[in-house]
């Protein structure tokens, strides 16, 4: 995780301490608490995310996609 610019859209709170991934996208009506972070490709909106909260995307990977 950086601290790096990313997008957001207001009204929104994000927390100096916490991490955000440039490709997450966060709003509107956000808040995001102390010491979060937000990983790769995350949306986030109509939340409030508690202290130390971390939230990243996981791949899905089906069976016949493995093959």
């Given at each position: 995780f ?14 100096e ?50 093959s």
């Amino acid at each position: 995780f950086r601290r790096v610019l990313f997008r957001s859209v207001e009204p929104c709170f994000i927390d100096e301490t916490a991490e955000v991934d440039p490709t997450a996208k966060i709003g509107p009506n956000v808040s995001i608490g102390a010491g979060v972070k937000v990983g790769y490709g995350v949306r986030v909106k109509d939340a409030i995310v508690l202290d130390g909260t971390v939230l990243e995307v996981r791949p899905l990977l089906l069976a016949e996609e493995m093959s």
